[in-house]
């Protein structure tokens, strides 16, 4: 958002957060700039000079949701100024601190992390997120290699090379997203991080790693689980999250007794971060 430019404010009534995470991917294609979810609602902001109603009716086209809504006018406001306020710095299991470039510094002995999320996704406030962040903080990357599929913000990318990974490729198919990540590798002084704009077709080119983490939904990770699996070393590790804890048994049927070991798991608020670790000898 830019700083006093008057916007709209949309509020959509969605419940379901698939269908959330849809309506804010293409409403950001279309021009929106700002949203904030909640259980049963989506908000998104569009500055008055880019808002029609035909764009919201495209929208509806387009992604075949077609949802309840508010349409309102704002106040000219510091949006700049608003957006701190509700950005607050996060510190996870006292080890990791997360914060923007306007925060103080963290507190002395935590990990800090310098985050500018923009329309990425990964701050550390969601609860799959943090899962992650988590799981990761308790993996032994010393010398390992690893691949951060749909990186958004690139925060685990730079949590794996500040605990010092020795290779880590991070992708994600979404422009904003990508371009987010490569200021966030700056501000964190990251250099051993090769950054891609694409999807699952990216892999491809990339050799197997020890530690391959997706967080990005139950529908994506199922469609492309078999590019992800093909990429994970025996002996490699395979964390996800995204997803619900109620859909476990479907990503837990792509995933074989014979081939894969469940590992740790995590869960908040019906989310869950899962490990799944590839038998077979180590190379």
């Not at 943090?130 to 990357?141: F, Q, V």
């Amino acid at each position: 958002m830019t700083a006093h430019e008057p916007y709209y404010e949309i509020r959509i009534k969605i419940k379901d957060p698939i269908q959330r995470e849809i309506l804010t991917y293409f409403a950001a294609q279309s021009g929106f700039d700002g949203f904030v979810e909640e259980p049963d609602e989506l908000t998104a902001y569009i500055p008055a000079a880019k808002f029609n109603e035909e764009l919201l009716n495209a929208l509806w086209q387009q992604t075949g949701i077609h949802p309840a809504y508010s349409v309102k006018l704002l106040e000219q406001r510091n949006w700049n100024a608003e957006w701190e306020k509700q950005y607050p710095a996060i510190t996870i299991d006292n080890r990791i601190h997360i914060r923007a470039g306007f925060h103080p510094p963290a507190p002395q002995g935590l990990l800090e992390i310098v985050i500018t999320p923009k329309m990425s996704f990964g701050t550390g406030h969601h609860e799959t997120t943090e899962l992650m962040l988590r799981l990761l903080a308790d993996t032994d990357l010393i010398g390992k290699s690893l691949i951060d599929m749909g990186s958004g913000t690139g925060v685990l990318a730079i949590l794996a090379e500040k605990t010092c990974a020795r290779e880590i490729f991070a992708i994600d198919n979404d422009a904003w997203a990508y371009e987010n990540m490569l200021e966030n590798f700056e501000h964190n002084g990251c250099r051993k991080i090769q950054a891609f704009l694409g999807g699952a077709e990216i892999l491809e080119s990339l050799p197997p790693v020890d530690i391959f983490v997706a967080n990005i939904n139950r529908n994506i990770i199922l469609r492309d689980l078999d590019a992800y699996t093909r990429k994970v070393k025996p002996g490699g590790r395979l964390m996800l999250s995204g997803f619900f804890t109620a859909d476990l048994p479907v990503v837990q049927s792509r995933l074989p007794n014979q081939t894969w070991r469940e590992g740790r798991r995590l869960e908040k608020n019906g989310w869950i971060g899962i490990e799944f670790v590839r038998l077979g000898k180590k190379i």
